[in-house]
């Protein structure tokens, strides 16, 4: 339980995730680098002349050993160059950068929706599992997880935008510029993202609290003079929150993922629909580096998840 | 007891009618639809539901009902291939990683968790901007994705196994791992397995229909369920009729496996028996 | 005076009678056992007076501590009294503690509940204080202590600190020393004769184990399917049993030999 034992898990799990943001980014450059054979054709097309495909080829350095094109390639993302599209002729890192902004708002907002409907309701599931209430919540939560997000995200807009006008269809405003109109327009977008996986959440909510409420524990904490609601809060939550806690983070990436589908119905300029972009025309280093950012991205929240599981459960700690 | 024992038959027999509409609508597809799903009719272009036309049709005046039965089709395809993929290259994965304490299990394990880093949706985007995007590939890419949910609760599974006495005693009679897998591990944790089989459906089902969706899935012009969403997306405020048809459709069958997945892990799996 | 007075107490769950006409009283400091088998009905009994039974089972008859009937008494009135005039030890010490949660808190807690100290920190001390007086080593540091540091012994040892913060007028304990090792159990019974004693309390002492029964109570109630069918001094039930279960459990267990 001493700090430098806490120190040591931590350098444990970073060295972990280091080793594997490296094997990723390996498989991910021989999987769109070898596999589709020459990027320049891919990006050319079958009617590019050999001579220009060769003056491409040296340009981008792909008449270079594999090797040191993937050094480059690791080495400049390190430094947040992810190299110069074979398409547009402009370098991705910034404009990936931009997208990355627009998405990771999506997911946390989106996340922020599931939990603030998954937490209290599935706590209420859980304590009136024996009442019609609580079957009620479940079945509804069984029925969510059901809707796809982008039905669910068309649905919305067609009754809010189009039926109400309350707000916009789609669109993306920076927050910098209009906070207001910011706010207005990544609702619908993180209401579509955030309800189906809300109903995802509650399940999970519900089965760890009902968990715990069989708990000695909570009994004891009612002999102590607590009200059942009051003991619950006070000592079941903390320890019902560690399962969801682990489910949250593969939540999370399939949120990252989820944002792509999302971000098509909204006509957001996100790293979803710059991917989808990228892929439409045959821009395979920037489909490279958006995959990378996107798998470091669901490594990352693994990681701060492993942490967070080390710092609410004490007996992870050792002693 | 009385009353769980009734919602858990309750939840197989729903998710079992469901899921079985979805297999029926799949097979009468191939015998018999209203109208031919593809034929282009334009003089019936976006015709409300009529007696003609039970579902009405869209905007290439196709039938809409013929679509949904073929659409069953797609899929029970790209489950069926994803899922079965999965199971057998997970499960026997997971074993392993179960039965051998030492190096080999600990590097299955590692590079299951490298694949969780490779969310079904993302590795089908990649496989369709590398290999074409289509049925096959999507099918692959969501099977590859699943493989490790497979090898964790073959693991899991198998470590219990491992720990009983039969098998302890399997071990000191001199019985093959191999043996020892065939006889005491599979049989065990088949029933965690096919649990994991229809919820794992249900979440292919849910990826089939966005990839088709975001144009990397099912190829126009065979009917899929995904993609009649998107080409309805447009029309949402005329006709959200087609928008909602498939969209039922789609929550429909994942719901179906979902049920389908929750009656058979309650009647598998005894010990959640202790919290009802 | 009387602390505790249980009259015809029945306990059902659905049509099935699970505890029938149990009725029995225990005055200031007096220790009263109550033994039988598993699923004789002594744990629902002590549940229906900490009103704690069960989701689905119900209670009918009467149970007064003091002047105060507790059967069909709100939640607020019970948990005003648990914990503060009646608290109870479980059988089971390792599943009893919050694992998320250092063990002087959880002393701590019923006191600043209840308001019988005026912060956290006189509430820290106190505990403190407590956990020397169940004998705990370094009560300061153990305060500071995760439930999993913690032996089992130790674990009912803080359960017991839990249970005194207080000095309740009634102490329940349910099988206290069943899930201990032979040595750790004399420890822990020794320190609820002391505490009991130390603090005039009134003891309810459940147990399937009649060489605990005689060594710590002065009264014992023998309870067989939900009745209690014999009553009496320890000595006198347990030297010439009038009914013939007692008899059995007698036989049952190698107390005479002692």
Not at chain 1, 139 to 145: C, D, R, T
Request: hydrophobic share 50%; net charge neutral.
């Amino acid at each position: 339980m001493t700090t430098s034992a806490v120190l040591m898990a931590l350098a444990r799990r970073a060295a972990i995730l280091l080793a594997s943001v490296l094997v990723a980014s390996v498989v991910i450059f021989l999987f769109m680098t070898v596999i589709p054979g020459d990027p320049a054709q891919v990006a050319l097309g079958v009617n590019a002349t050999p001579e220009l495909l060769a003056r491409t080829r040296h340009e981008f350095g792909l008449d270079r050993p594999l090797i040191s094109q993937y050094l480059d390639w690791v080495g400049g993302v390190f430094s947040g160059d992810f190299g110069t599209s074979y398409v547009t002729r402009e370098p991705i890192g910034p404009q990936l950068v931009d997208r990355l902004g627009v998405t990771v708002w999506l997911v946390g907002t989106g996340m922020l929706v599931a939990l603030a409907m998954a937490i209290p309701l599935g706590t209420l599931a859980a304590v009136r599992h024996r009442k019609p209430s609580g079957a009620a919540i479940s079945g509804f939560a069984q029925l969510g997880i059901a809707v796809p997000a982008f039905l669910a995200g068309m649905l919305l807009v067609q009754l809010f935008a189009v039926r109400l006008g309350w707000l916009p269809s789609g669109g993306w405003t920076p927050p910098n510029q209009d906070a207001g109109a910011f706010l207005r327009g990544l609702v619908l977008p993180a209401l579509s993202l955030g309800l189906v996986q809300g109903a995802v959440l509650t399940r999970y909510v519900r089965t760890s609290v009902l968990d715990t409420l069989g708990q000695d524990y909570l009994r004891t904490a009612r002999s102590k003079g607590l009200r059942p609601y009051q003991a619950l809060f006070r000592h079941g939550l903390r320890n019902a929150a560690l399962p969801v806690i682990t489910v949250l983070g593969l939540q999370l990436a399939t949120l990252l993922i989820g944002a792509v589908v999302v971000e098509r119905v909204f006509v957001l300029p996100g790293l979803g629909s710059m991917l989808l972009d990228s892929v439409a025309s045959r821009d395979l280093l920037a489909v490279q580096g958006i995959v990378l950012v996107l798998v470091v991205g669901v490594l990352l929240v693994n990681f701060v998840v492993d942490l967070l599981y080390t710092v609410l459960d004490p007996r992870l700690r050792g002693s | 007891m009385a009353l769980a024992q009734r919602s858990r038959n309750a939840s197989l027999l729903a998710g079992g009618t469901l899921v079985g509409l979805v297999v029926l609508a799949a097979l009468v597809s191939f015998g018999w639809t209203p109208h031919d799903p593809l034929r282009v009719e334009a003089t019936d272009r976006l015709l409300g539901p009529t007696g003609r036309y039970v579902f009405g049709t869209d905007r290439f005046g196709r039938d809409v009902a013929s679509q949904l039965l073929v659409g069953a089709r797609s899929t029970l395809y790209v489950g069926v291939v994803a899922v079965g993929l999965a199971a057998l290259v997970g499960t026997p994965l997971g074993i392993l990683a179960g039965m051998s304490r030492r190096w080999l299990g600990e590097f299955v394990m590692r590079a299951n968790d490298l694949v969780l880093a490779f969310p079904a949706l993302l590795l089908a985007i990649m496989f369709g901007a590398v290999f074409g995007a289509g049925t096959l590939t999507a099918m692959i890419a969501i099977g590859i994705a699943t493989v490790p949910s497979f090898a964790r609760i073959a693991r899991s599974g198998t470590l219990q196994v491992m720990s009983t006495e039969y098998v302890l005693a399997a071990r000191a009679a001199g019985r093959s791992p191999a043996f020892i897998a065939r006889r005491h591990v599979l049989p065990n944790i088949a029933g965690l397995v096919i649990v994991q089989c229809s919820v794992s459906f249900a979440i292919a089902v849910l990826a089939e229909a966005a990839l088709s969706f975001l144009g990397f899935g099912t190829r126009p012009p065979t009917p899929s369920w995904g993609r009649m969403l998107q080409e309805s997306q447009e029309l949402l405020a005329v006709e959200p009729r087609l928008a909602l048809i498939p969209g039922i459709a789609i929550a429909l069958a994942v719901l179906g496996f979902n049920l389908l997945g929750d009656g058979l892990r309650d009647r598998f799996d005894p010990r959640l028996e202790a919290y009802r | 005076m009387t602390v505790l007075r249980v009259d015809e107490l029945s306990v059902s769950a659905g049509g099935q009678s699970l505890v029938r006409d149990v009725s029995f009283q225990i005055g200031a400091g007096e220790r009263v056992g109550l033994i039988g088998e598993s699923g004789s009905g002594k744990t629902l009994t002590a549940s229906s007076v900490l009103g704690l039974l069960p989701d689905g089972l119900h209670a009918t008859g009467s149970v007064r501590l003091g002047e105060q009937e507790l059967l069909g008494a709100s939640e607020r009135t019970l948990s005003r009294l648990r914990g503060m005039e009646i608290s109870m030890v479980f059988q089971e010490p390792m599943t009893a503690l919050n694992p998320s949660m250092r063990v002087g808190s959880q002393v701590a807690e019923p006191m600043l509940l209840h308001g019988t100290r005026p912060d956290r920190r006189a509430a820290r001390s106190a505990a403190v204080e407590l956990f020397d007086s169940v004998r705990l080593p370094d009560p300061e540091g153990t305060a500071r202590a995760y439930p999993h540091q913690l032996s089992g012994g130790q674990r009912q040892r803080v359960l017991l600190a839990i249970a005194l913060a207080n000095d309740p007028a009634l102490l329940i304990c349910d099988e206290p020393t069943t899930a201990l090792d032979v040595t750790v159990q004399a420890q822990i019974l020794a320190l609820i004769l002391a505490a009991t004693r130390e603090r005039d309390t009134a003891l309810l002492f459940i147990t399937h184990d009649l060489a605990v029964v005689a060594s710590v109570c002065e009264r014992v109630l023998v309870m067989l399917d939900g009745e209690i069918i014999e009553s009496g001094g320890t000595r006198e039930v347990l030297s010439s049993p009038r009914h013939e279960y007692t008899g059995k459990l007698l036989a049952a267990s190698d107390l005479e030999a002692r």
